[in-house]
Nanobody
């Protein structure tokens, strides 16, 4: 079983950037496909990005495509989400998640077995 801890959230002005990190422990991150999701107040959790085990393939929600980049460093057991050109509508709690079916690249939160506690991102206008 893997444990996930997110960091890097905070308050930023619109147009700014943040880089979120998700550190894994308990098992090698390389065993999992990884995803980032977010949940804004009063809304359902939504898909943001996902990356396959090797890092060779990524997928993004249309709302973040071209602004966000997901990457991973399996040697450091860490997944990243670089967020540029942030907008107020990006405000949410951001969660990383691990899918042990490493061959998959899913946008569905129900496909991910392990979750971090989340990190708050607030974008002011």
């Amino acid at each position: 079983q893997v444990q996930l801890v997110e960091s890097g959230g905070g308050l930023v002005q619109a147009g700014g950037s943040l880089r979120l990190s998700c550190a894994a422990s308990g098992r090698a991150l390389s065993a999992y496909a990884m995803g980032w999701f977010r949940q804004a107040p009063g809304k359902e959790r939504e898909f943001v990005a996902t990356i396959r085990r090797s890092g060779g393939s990524t997928d993004y929600a249309d709302s973040v495509k071209g602004r966000f980049t997901i990457s991973r460093d399996n040697a450091k057991n860490t997944v990243y989400l670089q967020m540029n050109s942030l907008k107020p509508e990006d405000t949410a709690v951001y969660y990383c998640a691990a899918d042990p079916r490493w061959y998959r690249q899913s946008r569905m939160s129900s496909d991910y077995d392990y979750w971090g506690q989340g990190t708050q991102v607030t974008v002011s206008s």
